[in-house]
């Protein structure tokens, strides 16, 4: 009798395996709330289809397509919305309630404390109020001497590749980039730097902090409650070991620099001054290098390698820069706001290359909030894909094309609706280091152009940029560029 029991409740379960499925499907594209709206059938029956493309990198090349197909907005997953309606970047992101889901804004295992990505509402708030004075116009006018010291190293280690050298000298401009972004960040928000500009190298810090794939898999894995609670039990001792170090070596700078008696006017002034505990710096100081140098990276390599591609606007730019200044000291975070080009194409770099060009998952508060015009239940995930948005034909004129001039007065394209290009969030969730961004920005393209030609290395082709996988941030390939002394160097060199 007992064998007859454990084989029927065998069956039963199998049955139940082949039939549940079934049964969600069912469910989702005909009972579920948001059966009405349009989405290809498998994305909107099950979650797999939109987790799969994630991890392979090609999501948002995929829900631009969809867009293309479907309009406006698009169900992506079956509790998933994605919107590019320009209404929905106020709709989502201008209210406090609208926060992270769940999956998006998990805390790493081990990690108690909450950074400004995962918080709730009330510490959000209290850690938004603590960080919002270190990114002020004010407070960036200040760090501008250690921008500055740092660009002077890029500029003096590039020099030292190209200097006598008859031909040009290819150098990978990601590599490049990043030993910047990522050593001004640190040593605004630490104290000390990586020194990448020094040994040319990457530190096994940012190593490890730039594995977003890993990321990607831990909030995949957070839409199945049941493996999720796995996580601590089966995560990988060799990944254990990169968290270890990644807050190990973040604690250990924190403290070295909370130590220090100095007026210094970095990032860390204003943190020690505001209501955080030392593990909440900690935590959120993390954040904040990694999206001070990554992101910085992205819209300045996307920039170059779409002025590479377009010699003429790689030609106006340096008439620009080279016309406007007389010495490269002038070159600095006041004069380069006056240069409405360079402000132009980089515009257009983030247009094409937004450094988050994933969506900007958000969560419906209960009992619910109309987006875009759409009543959509409590709990529903929304959200705005930044490349799908910017790329949109409905939205920019020739939206593919890499186009500066349709950001400046005169040159038409009147009917590009440039409210919907946010490349750094909007609202209480926006990036508060706008002011530091463009200020980097502006100096390290301007001095560039100032010092160097750029060109695609003789016998080689330029990839497209939309050949890279995106995992959260693009999966950036090297850009190798053909660089030497500008004429006016040379000359100086030679007096």
């Known amino acids: 009798m007992t064998d007859i029991t454990f084989t029927k409740g065998l069956v039963a379960f199998f049955v139940s395996l082949i039939f549940y499925p079934i049964t969600l499907a069912i469910y989702n594209l005909y009972f579920h709330p948001l059966s009405s709206l349009p989405g290809p059938i498998l994305w909107r029956a099950f979650q797999f289809p939109y987790l799969s493309s994630l991890l392979s990198g090609r999501l948002p090349y995929a829900i631009q397509s969809l867009h293309s197909q479907y309009g406006p907005v698009v169900r992506v997953a079956p509790n998933e919305l994605s919107f590019i309606d320009p209404d929905a970047w106020k709709d989502i992101y201008s209210r406090k309630e609208f926060r992270r889901p769940p999956q998006w804004g998990s805390r790493p295992p081990g990690t108690e404390v909450h950074n400004l990505i995962s918080a709730p509402v009330a510490e959000h708030t209290r850690f938004r109020r603590a960080l919002a004075p270190a990114f002020s116009s004010q407070a960036v006018k200040a760090q501008e001497p250690l921008i500055t010291s740092y660009v002077d190293?890029?500029?003096?280690k590039l020099r030292m590749k190209v200097e006598g050298q008859s031909n040009e000298t290819v150098v990978d401009f990601v590599s490049w980039i990043n030993f910047t972004t990522f050593d001004i960040i640190s040593d605004l928000g630490w104290g000390t730097s990586f020194r990448g500009l020094e040994?040319?190298?990457?530190?096994p810090w940012i190593t490890v902090i730039l594995q977003f794939k890993a990321i990607l898999i831990g909030s995949s894995i957070?839409?199945?409650p049941l493996?999720?609670?796995l996580v601590p039990y089966v995560t990988p001792k060799s990944a254990l070991a990169?968290?270890?170090l990644?807050?190990?070596?973040?604690?250990?700078?924190v403290q070295a620099r909370l130590k220090m008696q100095t007026e210094r006017p970095d990032v860390m002034s204003f943190m020690e001054k505001g209501d955080l505990t030392e593990e909440e710096i900690v935590s959120n100081s993390t954040v904040l290098i990694v999206a001070g140098s990554e992101t910085l990276t992205t819209a300045l390599v996307g920039t170059m390698h779409h002025l590479l591609e377009n010699s003429d606007k790689l030609e106006r730019l340096v008439k620009e820069v080279r016309g406007v200044f007389e010495n490269e000291k002038d070159i600095d975070g006041q004069t380069t706001t006056k240069m409405t080009y360079l402000t132009a194409v980089l515009q257009e770099g983030m247009r094409l290359c937004p450094p988050i060009p994933d969506n900007l998952h958000r969560e419906v508060p209960a009992p619910g909030a109309i987006i875009a015009g759409i009543w959509l239940p409590g709990g529903t995930a929304?959200?705005?894909p930044c490349y799908s948005m910017f790329r949109s034909d409905e939205n920019f004129e020739r939206a593919g094309e890499f186009i500066p001039e349709r950001w400046l007065e005169g040159e038409g394209f009147v009917g590009d609706k440039k409210d919907v290009f946010h490349p750094f969030g909007v609202g209480p969730s926006g990036c508060m280091g706008q002011p530091l961004a463009w200020v980097e920005m502006r100096m390290i393209l301007a001095r560039l152009l100032w010092n160097f030609d750029f060109k695609i290395p003789e016998g080689r082709k330029l990839g497209r940029w939309t050949d890279q996988d995106i995992l959260w941030a693009w999966d950036k390939v090297p850009l190798n560029v053909g660089i030497c002394l500008a004429a006016r160097r040379?000359?100086?060199?030679?007096?």
């Open 246 to 253: 990644v807050f190990g070596m973040a604690r250990e700078n």
């Open 199 to 203: 040994h040319q190298e990457y530190h």
């Open 222 to 224: 957070g839409y199945y």
């Open 153 to 156: 190293t890029l500029i003096q």
């Open 490 to 495: 040379k000359l100086e060199m030679l007096h």
């Open 382 to 384: 929304v959200g705005v």
């Open 227 to 229: 493996l999720n609670a």
């Open 242 to 244: 990169g968290l270890n």
